[in-house]
């Protein structure tokens, strides 16, 4: 018999179930902001909390919660952390193959304006590492590069951590967004309008950022003197990224919006320039721009790698190439867990009114189908079996009347039948819907007059959805390993020919391979456990809970679901753990309020985007990469403002699609 999932498992209250619900969140909260304890350490802790919990006070089988976690850490291993490993390997590639040095100074060549440099290395590269490696190296690279130019330590590092928001989104090649629509339970389909979503929100602030990265830097004044060259960046990359992430998917807007806007902005310093070159107050006046000794065929070839990224992976998203690489998956079923967990449960007494509701349906479209034709005679005698499981259903659930939401083996079972009756039903209803489509597509006549009998496309919708509304849901329970066409193995075969073209050799390579699993041993830890972490609290229904707690906000969710992804990427340090971490709960408020999850669990991500600043990990790398170290107080109060303000014009964005602009919803 499957274990049901309940909401409120003390004494029937929704605010201590949802308290208790929140501890795992809390352990995570404690041991990175309060106790500063390392990521795994504290992800580790957060699984084993959820479990005591799950366990102990949901009432959920031990057996049912490891099973539920470890699908969780294996789906964070693949195909999430696949995507980081691969990524990170191509960098350290071009790294130790002397490409990127020559990418930086190529940049750091272009111009001796301060503000132009900033535009230049910390908006538009720094979106393109983050695109193509993320997980802090941009802010890293980016603000190491500024202070080499003539930076102050605290404008680099500042500048470079508000830049970065732009494109943390869909750093890493997408991984974000990928670890959103797992934690949501979509597939390819949900993915792609998550990305979409997250790309009509996202462009709003990225055509922004460059002026107020500017403003915060030097003031109004001088940010008035290079509005051409910020109006370029702004609305290039804007552009781009939204295009990117709705025709393409998730896995290239970073690249694709970085360098059309740092190509543009080249592009144009070449027939104009400000009348002055902008630089800080302790520097001569001649001081910025680099010189370096590069040809353009060594830059065209220190770019090449990152070029392969791009095509490999158009290649794997285009949907012929995709699809023949699908056939080589496997659909792994976690014995024990799938279908074992039950939600939605009706009360038997309520089950009687719902079959009822079925019956009278049934009742409802049974005359408006001809006998005459055997296809519609064939669904009508679907029709009228389902009548009769039915009716063999109501004596059973009069019998359990009064026991509470309980799902013995005869009532499983007649619920099961249904289940199995309503797809062949539905089945049949597609065949017979789908001639409407031929008859509109320029068919013969004579083949149209020959054809079967059409019903309505949405005739059986009000008997579907009550059917729907009678029937438990199952939680299935399958790992898709898709080896050959996920995104992972593009970025992987990229990296290999990157090793080519930078000169590597074989023993390199692997050498290169081999330290790049050893440095990410421990960040594969942390995210094979935050997704256990999430996986755990949605099978036993604690997710759910902190949902229905956050229904409370009613009308305001839109506004607050940014907030809550801003404050997962502040514990954590990453927007992929903040997706994680509260995707499930998204999902679950939104369904709960009636609002498209698509939107919320793309509000979580575009909101999610703004704690990257302000986040302890973030603050902690910019500081080493600029000279500051223990100034990380110094940089968080520079930060938090321009952090809350971004954050609240994402939520206002979010609100506004939730009840205006509603049409931008996918």
């Not at 070159?277 to 090449?304: I, L, M, S």
């Not at 799938?338 to 049974?366: M, T």
């Not at 066409?485 to 075969?493: D, E, P, Q, R, V």
Request: charged share 15%.
């Amino acid at each position: 018999m499957p274990w049901i999932q309940t909401y409120t498992p003390l004494a029937g209250s929704l605010g201590l179930s949802a308290l208790v619900a929140a501890i795992p969140l809390v352990v995570i909260f404690v041991c990175l902001a309060l106790l500063k304890m390392k990521a795994h350490r504290a992800a580790l802790l957060a699984v084993g909390s959820a479990l005591v919990i799950a366990v102990g006070v949901w009432g959920m089988p031990a057996k049912l919660a490891a099973l539920a976690t470890l699908q969780g850490g294996a789906f964070g291993l693949f195909p999430v952390f696949y995507i980081v490993i691969t990524t990170l390997f191509l960098y350290n590639i071009t790294v130790k193959g002397g490409q990127f040095e020559i990418i930086r100074a190529s940049l750091a060549g272009v111009t001796g304006d301060r503000r132009l440099q900033a535009l230049l290395i910390a908006f538009c590269f720094g979106a393109f590492i983050e695109g193509a490696a993320g997980f802090g190296t941009p802010v890293a690279i980016a603000g190491a590069t500024l202070v080499g130019l003539g930076f102050r330590p605290l404008y680099a590092a500042g500048v470079c951590l508000v830049a970065n928001t732009a494109p943390v989104a869909f750093g890493a090649i997408g991984i974000p967004v990928v670890a959103l629509a797992g934690v949501m339970g979509y597939g390819d389909d949900g993915m792609m309008k998550l990305s979409t979503m997250v790309g009509r929100q996202l462009p709003f602030i990225s055509a922004m950022i460059p002026f107020y990265v500017i403003l915060i830097m030097v003031g109004w004044k001088k940010t008035i003197e290079v509005m051409p060259a910020i109006i370029t960046c702004g609305a290039t990359f804007a552009f781009t990224q939204w295009a990117t992430a709705t025709y393409l998917g998730p896995y290239l807007p970073d690249i694709t919006a970085s360098l059309v806007s740092m190509v543009a902005l080249v592009l144009l310093l070449r027939v104009w320039h400000p009348k002055e070159n902008w630089t800080f107050d302790h520097e001569p006046e001649c001081a910025g721009k680099e010189q370096h000794h590069y040809t353009t065929a060594e830059v065209f070839r220190a770019w090449t790698p990152y070029l392969a990224l791009t095509v490999m992976v158009l290649l794997w998203g285009i949907p012929s190439i995709k699809t023949a690489l699908d056939k080589s998956k496997v659909m792994i079923t976690v014995e024990g867990l799938h279908n074992s967990i039950v939600k939605k449960v009706s009360k038997p007494e309520d089950g009687l009114k719902k079959a009822e509701a079925v019956r009278g349906e049934i009742d409802r479209q049974l005359p408006l189908l001809s006998s005459a034709d055997p296809k519609q005679a064939a669904l009508a005698t679907k029709l009228g079996e389902l009548k009769s499981l039915e009716e063999q259903l109501i004596p059973v659930e009069k019998r359990l009347s009064g026991q509470g939401a309980v799902l013995p083996d005869e009532r499983l079972k007649g619920f099961d039948a249904l289940a199995k009756k309503k797809d062949e039903i539905q089945k049949l209803a597609k065949e017979l819907t789908a001639v409407g489509v031929a008859a509109g597509s320029g068919m013969p006549k004579s083949a149209i007059a020959a054809s079967t009998p059409v019903i309505a496309k949405d005739q059986l919708k009000p008997l579907n959805k009550a059917l729907a509304d009678q029937l438990p849901i199952r939680i299935a329970a399958q790992y898709n390993f898709n080896f050959m066409s996920a995104a992972g193995t593009a970025i992987l075969i990229a990296a290999l020919l990157s090793a080519l073209l930078c000169g590597l050799g074989v023993g390199d390579t692997v050498k290169i391979a081999g330290k790049t699993l050893v440095d990410m041993r421990l960040p594969a830890l942390t995210v094979a456990s935050v997704l256990g972490l999430a996986y755990i609290m949605n099978a036993a229904g604690m997710t759910n809970c902190l949902g229905l707690m956050f229904t409370k906000t009613g009308h305001l969710f839109p506004f607050i679901a940014p907030f809550l992804g801003w404050l997962g990427v502040f514990l954590t340090g990453s927007d992929t753990s903040s997706n994680v971490l509260f995707g499930g709960l998204q999902k679950a408020t939104a369904e709960q309020l009636g609002i498209n999850p698509i939107l919320t669990g793309a509000a979580n991500t575009s909101g999610g985007v703004m704690g990257k600043m302000i986040s302890p990990q973030s603050l902690a790398v910019a500081c080493a990469a600029t000279g500051m170290v223990g100034e990380e107080g110094t940089l968080f109060r520079f930060t938090l403002k321009h952090s809350i303000f971004l954050t609240v014009l994402v939520g206002i964005i979010v609100y506004l699609q939730a009840y205006v602009f509603q049409w931008m919803i996918p």
